[in-house]
């Protein structure tokens, strides 16, 4: 058996196929996963990303939660956020096939409970990984049943109804990057019969990922979609990574625009909303990497803004503690309390057009009232010893005037001029992630340059 701590991390399960991630393996992880859930449930939901190794360990993983009495519903192919609607739909636990942008050799599983709320190294992933590596006991009783179920058309449904004010919109041409994942899948049900000319690039299912990798977090995999919304002079650009959880928007001339715009834009709508509903001003989470624009834009809108760690967990367990009504985080994962407070991108990118074609500016115009620091991007730095340059950085900052600092999520240090940075160790890589913003590009590299001195001297 492999080391299973290379493989459990802390939010889903991830490795190399036949040398991490075997069959017998998955059988094992779904048998525990059932053990888990069935004082709560009598069924599995199961999905799967387009990947080769993914129908055969998804029917593993299946074989594993039948052996212990417990039902299965198959959802075949999926997005990660319409199996949480399955999940959600269903009321029922939930099993995702797939290691979202990662290269073609590797799989992995995301686990949820009933109404799509997350299992991860604290909620249950770390008591699985014990009893897998212990030995799974077996079950004396009748194995569990398997069924199908295609829930395509309802997930599309669904989302649509959401934003009940895309049919209304003026018409708009986007161009849209499936980067061979599960967004090739989705995306046409979802957007049919909308006023959306749907310009589609990579729509072919292929794990292999021929194009480019299947991560729009990365510049180099999104210069296709930026030179074809020029060429096609589209209204806006879309990019879904592997298993379409995630998605970057493009504007009409071709530049990004930054996940914390599009969460500030979308913060906006949901407080609307909440306001038309007699809710009043509502919670928006964010995490601590986004820009301090999200922040002052929520509360300018009478929402409460809430600060988080990184990562989906920690944004889902908030919102369920302060009953927050959206979050966002700078990797363009997008939760909505009415979605099970689940991510799913293609709910934002529903929103994204709904605003546009609500009105006549282009996008980079209406996005550009959302867009008021400058900022780094996520700049990487291999360490052997991340926690001992992680102290020297909060030596070298925390006895500035006017400096404060935090350590929430690895280090953030904001200056007395507003400027800010957050260095955070990676879980998996001996890697230290810095991001800063501050008013200019000049002062987010000055910034920057100093900071990576330390990190690197």
Not at 148 to 171: F, Q, T
Not at 413 to 423: I, M, P, T
């Amino acid at each position: 058996m492999p080391d299973l701590s290379s493989i459990v991390k802390a939010y889903d399960i991830r490795g190399v196929v036949g040398e991490q991630l075997t069959t017998e393996l998955v059988r094992d992880f779904g048998a525990a996963f059932a053990r888990l859930v069935r004082a709560e449930s009598s069924a599995v939901v199961v999905g799967h990303d387009m990947r080769d190794s993914s129908p055969g360990l998804a029917a593993a993983f299946a074989e594993g939660v039948r052996a212990q009495g417990v039902d299965v519903v198959s959802v075949g192919l999926a997005s990660t956020d319409m199996l949480y609607f399955a999940s959600g739909k269903l009321e029922l636990p939930g099993a995702m096939f797939t290691a979202s942008h990662n290269p073609a050799q590797y799989n992995g599983i995301k686990l949820c409970r009933a109404g799509a709320a997350p299992v991860g190294e604290d909620s249950g992933l770390a008591t699985i990984a014990e009893e897998v590596d212990r030995g799974v006991p077996a079950y004396d009783g009748a194995q569990g049943a398997l069924s199908e179920r295609d829930m395509l058309s309802e997930y599309a449904a669904h989302l649509r109804g959401m934003v009940p004010e895309l049919p209304a919109i003026r018409r708009l041409k986007v161009v849209v990057d499936a980067g061979n994942g599960m967004g090739g899948h989705t995306v046409p049900s979802v957007f049919d019969g909308l006023r959306i000319e749907v310009v589609p690039m990579y729509f072919e299912l292929d794990g292999s990922f021929p194009n480019h990798e299947a991560n729009p977090l990365d510049p180099k995999n999104i210069v296709d979609l930026q030179a074809k919304v020029r060429d096609e002079v589209a209204d806006a650009g879309l990019a879904f990574d592997g298993d379409a959880d995630r998605c970057f928007v493009i504007d009409e001339r071709g530049e990004p625009v930054a996940p914390s715009a599009i969460t500030a834009l979308v913060a906006v709508r949901e407080l609307d909303k909440a306001r038309a509903n007699g809710e009043g001003g509502g919670t928006v989470i964010h995490n601590l990497i986004t820009s301090k624009a999200v922040p002052e834009i929520v509360a300018e809108h009478g929402g409460t803004p809430k600060r988080t760690r990184v990562g989906h967990s920690f944004i889902k367990q908030t919102m369920a503690e302060t009953g927050a009504i959206f979050g966002g985080e700078h990797s363009a994962h997008y939760y909505f309390r009415d979605f099970w407070r689940a991510d799913t991108g293609m709910l934002a990118a529903l929103h994204v057009l709904a605003a546009l074609g609500g009105q006549d500016k282009p996008l980079s115009e209406l996005t550009a009232e959302y867009n008021r620091y400058a900022a780094s991007g996520e700049i990487n730095s291999t360490v052997r010893d991340q926690a001992g340059r992680m102290r020297a950085v909060k030596d070298s900052f925390a006895g500035r005037a006017g400096a404060s600092v935090d350590e929430l999520d690895g280090l953030t240090v904001e200056l007395a001029d507003g400027s800010w940075f957050n260095l955070r160790p990676s879980n998996t890589e001996p890697l230290l992630r810095l991001n800063v913003e501050a008013s200019d590009e000049p002062s987010v590299s000055a910034l920057a340059d100093e900071v990576l001195a330390i990190v690197r001297g």
